[in-house]
């Protein structure tokens, strides 16, 4: 991690999040052109925009941010294996957005009432991500409780993904959060919104056997590297060079 | 009628009666309206072949705004830089909210969006040939930025004084920001002529490849078109072809030189007397082959469109089934949550 110096704990926890939201960001841009409705295709690049501009503020606070985002190896990113997880169908990327909006949601709620290095930002942000919980949720019901094939699709995509909630609620150094407390209000909301989409809580494991708090430590699934060839290519491709 | 000129014809003529030229008292007060330069509504009578007009012009724009977003989003994922990529999503986005306004516009002259977009899957509506071509390079986003919105804004900007209301006020709105999206095109082609000799040199190549399908972009010459003349005298079109061309060219000189790149046509040249920039002649062939269908790209754009909408069906049928159980209304895919979306994208243009 040359581009960032030593890691002190801001810097960790910018890497953290930033990473979150660039990641995320990046993923939610695949759907450009390819979204369900109309209305979608604005929904899901507003979400996108205003998760990379968190990450441009939030990797700034840790260096220079087309350093970190561009010349990075993947072992070296922080961000949650969850939003590293390639698009799937509709029905995944609801999921994920569920999953992850009320998490952020959440913890930049608490950030932005402390006084630490995060709460300007968690401040300004919060009333973005209230919107793409929201998003989430009414998505999350219509497809829960739409149709015979969105209900299975839904279902489906809720269990594949709950092996990457465990991973939110393990400590990042810098962040002064309770976690489980954190955890508990996170898995009350899920929860509740799972159900009044008629759909089951996920019964399995919330962290994978092998990979417990893994992409906070530069621990990613195999899609990830490949999402950062595509990313990274024309940026390393011009060493030195500005766009 | 609800404009004066309408008004005042309509009071002084029998509704709907024929005289002895066959023209009805609502035929003149629309042509009493048109010529007074006021803006025919929704609710107003008009002749059917101008609707049809209208509808065939607004729905070739809105499917070219969807389909327009492919090229660009092409290079999302490997935009060089995050500030390059936030501007390049946030265009893609104004172009599926430009849809939306279209397609809205469509609605009022009675044709849903469904059965306009069901036209485009087939085949019997058309989108600019312009999307047919490919972005090879990141500099082919700043190309189409620069040449294409270009040409786009110098065709659109009389639409905003088009007859039709809704049209015009759509069109309001949608060339203040292809304006923003011209700029960062020349932007991005600036930051790139100024660059590293291989970022100047995929500049040069990708406005090579782009300018003459540009100038296709404002069709046919007058004396081939088709639908000009009809169009003009109905005011949804305030100049020819050739004259939008011109202009667009003259305009393109001057910032190419800016840009210290070149434009690929030897006949390009200044001329005195005419007041005017001459250039070479534009190859038709290749616009009417494009336009059939022998594009680098039709297949492509048109197989993925159809693939997004078929492969989202069953999330519009969820949609739909949810708010019918809940709110008694069929069409779930156009409230709440991401309905918000588009209104925060909207307030921010």
């Not at chain 1, 052109?33 to 209305?39: D, I, M, R, T």
């Not at chain 2, 009809?230 to 305009?251: A, C, G, T, Y």
Request: glycine share 8%.
């Amino acid at each position: 991690m040359t581009a960032t110096g030593p890691a002190t704990a801001p810097v960790t926890a910018a890497l953290a999040l930033g990473d979150d939201a660039l990641v995320l960001s990046h993923r939610l841009g695949e759907w450009a052109g390819h979204a369900p409705v109309l209305e979608e295709e604005v929904a899901l690049a507003n979400i996108a925009l205003d998760l990379l501009g968190q990450a441009r503020v939030l990797l700034s606070l840790a260096g220079d941010e087309d350093e970190l985002a561009y010349l990075r190896e993947e072992r070296s990113f922080r961000n949650l294996q969850l939003v590293e997880q390639p698009g799937g169908d509709f029905a995944h990327t609801i999921a994920r957005q569920l999953y992850f909006s009320t998490y952020q949601h959440l913890l930049y709620a608490e950030l932005a009432a402390g006084d630490g290095p995060f709460a300007p930002l968690a401040a300004k942000a919060v009333k973005e991500v209230a919107y793409h919980r929201d998003h989430a949720e009414q998505w999350t019901l219509r497809l829960g409780d739409g149709t015979e094939e969105s209900h299975g699709r839904m279902h489906r995509a809720c269990e594949a993904l709950w092996k990457f909630t465990g991973e939110m609620f393990q400590p990042v150094q810098g962040l002064d959060i309770d976690w489980t407390r954190l955890d508990e209000r996170w898995r009350e909301s899920v929860e509740a919104v799972l159900r009044r989409a008629t759909l089951p809580v996920p019964e399995g494991p919330r962290t994978g056997a092998w990979s417990a708090g893994a992409g906070r430590q530069g621990l990613h699934t195999e899609p990830f590297g490949r999402m950062l060839a595509e990313l990274q290519h024309l940026h390393r491709s011009h060493p030195g060079a500005t766009w | 009628m609800a404009t004066p000129a309408a008004q005042r014809t309509a009071r002084t003529e029998a509704d709907g009666t024929p005289d002895t030229v066959g023209t009805t008292a609502y035929q003149r007060a629309f042509d009493a309206a048109v010529a007074a330069d006021e803006r025919v509504e929704p609710r107003d009578w008009m002749p059917d072949a101008y609707r049809a007009t209208l509808v065939r012009q607004i729905a070739q724009h809105a499917h070219s705004e969807i389909i327009g977003m492919q090229p660009e989003a092409n290079w999302i994922t490997r935009a060089p830089s995050l500030r390059r990529k936030a501007i390049l999503m946030a265009k893609v986005q104004d172009e599926a909210g430009h849809g939306l306004y279209l397609y809205s516009a469509a609605e009022t002259l009675g044709t849903s969006r469904e059965e306009l977009l069901d036209k485009l899957h087939s085949g019997r509506q058309k989108y600019s040939s312009i999307f047919n071509y490919p972005t090879l390079t990141w500099a082919d986003v700043g190309a189409i930025g620069w040449l294409v919105d270009g040409a786009a804004i110098t065709n659109q900007v009389p639409l905003c004084r088009c007859s039709y209301g809704p049209y015009a006020r759509a069109m309001v709105r949608i060339c203040k920001e292809e304006s923003f999206h011209q700029r960062q095109g020349y932007e991005l082609l600036l930051a790139l002529s100024k660059g590293t000799t291989e970022q100047h040199a995929m500049a040069q190549d990708a406005v090579n490849r782009w300018w003459w399908p540009s100038l296709m972009m404002f069709g046919p010459p007058d004396d081939a078109s088709q639908h000009s003349a009809q169009s003009m005298e109905w005011k949804i079109k305030r100049h020819s072809n050739d004259e939008l061309r011109q202009r667009f060219v003259d305009i393109c000189v001057p910032q190419a030189e800016s840009l210290d790149l070149t434009l690929p046509d030897p006949d390009l040249r200044w001329n005195e007397e005419r007041g005017h920039y001459d250039f070479g002649p534009i190859d038709w062939t290749e616009f009417w082959e494009v336009l059939k269908g022998n594009g680098p790209c039709n297949e492509q754009r048109i197989t993925q469109r159809r693939r997004a909408h078929d492969e989202g069906a069953w999330v519009r049928e969820a949609a739909a089934a949810y708010a019918a159980k809940h709110t008694g209304h069929t069409d779930g895919t156009r409230t709440t949550g991401h309905q918000t979306a588009h209104e925060t994208e909207a307030e921010r243009a």
